[in-house]
């Protein structure tokens, strides 16, 4: 799938999970941390391609890329597109969290942790759909998709995605924001007046 699918299924995974818990007690800064968490956790699997956007962002991306992408993570989708990968990321990310931690108080960072691994979760999901199928339970490497027959999977980038796949993840965005729009306004509302 292309960076702007899985960046919009990364916030529908996070849109789920707060729709689904009680948001009152979430602070605005955790909410924003937790976004944009989830949005990095969303595109970072992509990170084994050279020409993720991740890298064709830096100077020499292109070269690092190529270099991480064959040295370090054995060609795309492979460690960054299984749940070792997820662990991985997990623990760095727990890392980086308890360093942030001794920075900025405040923060409740088990919701941020949790934004950022439905970021990768969805991710992988997205991209089980495709033709490629992914490596899930690596180090076994056989790669598994959905439906099992790749026939009926979809191919990245082609019209399937952005007529089919693209309307539906943002109809349903919509769905859920107009289903619980009160509870939304009233987050924004209490959030901005404390
Ligand atoms: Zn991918």
Redesign the pocket.
């Known amino acids: ?1 292309t960076g702007r699918t ?1 960046d919009l299924a990364a916030f529908s995974g996070l849109l789920i999970a707060f729709m689904s818990s009680n948001l009152a007690s979430v602070s605005l800064v955790t909410l924003f941390l937790s976004l944009l968490f989830n949005q990095v956790g969303g595109i970072l ?2 990170i ?2 050279p020409t993720a956007p991740f890298w064709r962002n830096l100077p020499i991306g292109h070269f690092i890329g190529k270099i991480v992408d064959k040295v370090l993570l054995g060609g ?2 492979f460690l ?2 299984s749940l070792l990968g997820v662990m991985f990321f997990g623990l760095l990310f727990y890392a980086i969290l308890l360093f942030i931690k001794s920075i900025i108080g405040g923060v409740d960072l088990n919701i941020i942790f949790f934004s950022f691994i439905i970021g990768l979760l969805s ?2 999901l ?2 089980s759909f495709t033709k490629e199928g ?1 490596p899930l339970l690596l180090p076994v490497t056989k790669k598994f998709g959905f439906p099992t027959n790749k026939r009926f999977r979809i191919t990245t980038g082609k019209f399937v995605e952005h007529l089919v796949v693209v309307p539906i993840i943002i109809i349903l965005d919509i769905v859920m924001i107009y289903s619980d729009h009160s509870t939304i306004i009233n987050f924004f509302r209490h959030s901005l007046i404390r």
């Open positions: 799938m899985h699997p992509d084994d391609q795309h989708r960054t597109h991710h992988l997205l991209d992914i």
